[in-house]
T-cell receptor, first 110, second 113 residues
Framework: AQRVTQPEKLLSVFKGAPVELKCNYS??????LFWYVQYSRQRLQLLLR??SRESIKGFTADLNKGETSFHLKKPFAQEEDSAMYYC????????????FGRGTQLTVWP | ETGVTQSPTHLIKTRGQQVTLRCSSQ?????VSWYQQALGQGPQFIFQ???????GRGNFPPRFSGLQFPKYSSELNVNALELDDSALYLC????????????FGQGTRLTVV
């Protein structure tokens, strides 16, 4: 079975502070991990995926297979980063099915 | 703009009724997935269609069914509605079965009273 856990439902930081949104997963195979973001009144959209190893809007995430984690980090948070963030897993074997965590609401204060 | 549109945006139904939700996928996308998102939860996979055939199903009862049509349209049908079916229903399309990116619609908010 597979499971995605986001331990923090709410996270608040001040502008310019570092931010880390935690994501842990359980899956015995080789997963693909994603971060999706939903800004206020907008649809869910892909932020980044571990296989591309890219930085989007200053965010990075590293897949740590030993700790089964895929934490999302940004060194200097901006007010426009305030949004709901979802960590998601796809089993490497098949289909496009995504398993989502419950989400973390990030608020960046000015 | 991702190009995935869902209709209607909001819907209120009575327990026991049937509902049909619609999705128009992005052009060129052969795969459509449906998710249910209850309040305060992440989206949960209902099922996926690839080239008009069901291609995977989550832990939902048979009263949740779907269809995918040519020209990138699809629908989700729910029979015998229950109060717990109240949720945001999301449609997501992608280019292939294991394509890297899924594009989501804005969702349909279903309320069952």
């Amino acid at each position: 079975a597979q499971r995605v856990t986001q331990p923090e439902k709410l996270l608040s930081v001040f502008k310019g502070a570092p931010v880390e949104l935690k994501c842990n997963y359980s899956y015995s195979g080789s997963p693909e991990l994603f971060w999706y973001v939903q800004y206020s009144r907008q649809r869910l959209q892909l932020l980044l995926r571990h296989i591309s190893r890219e930085s989007i809007k200053g965010f990075t995430a590293d897949l740590n297979k030993g700790e089964t984690s895929f934490h999302l980090k940004k060194p200097f948070a901006q007010e426009e980063d305030s949004a709901m963030y979802y960590c998601a897993l796809r089993r490497g074997s098949t289909l496009g099915r995504l398993y989502f965590g419950r989400g973390t609401q990030l608020t960046v204060w000015p | 703009e991702t190009g995935v549109t869902q209709s209607p945006t909001h819907l209120i139904k009575t327990r026991g009724q049937q509902v049909t939700l619609r999705c128009s996928s992005q052009s060129g996308h052969n795969t459509v997935s449906w998710y249910q998102q209850a309040l305060g939860q992440g989206p949960q996979f209902i099922f996926q269609y690839y080239r008009e055939e069901e291609n995977g199903r989550g832990n939902f009862p048979p009263r949740f069914s779907g269809l995918q049509f040519p020209k990138y349209s699809s629908e989700l049908n729910v029979n015998a509605l229950e109060l717990d079916d109240s949720a945001l229903y999301l449609c997501a399309s992608s280019r292939g079965q294991t394509d890297t990116e899924a594009f989501f619609g804005q969702g349909t908010r279903l309320t069952v009273v």
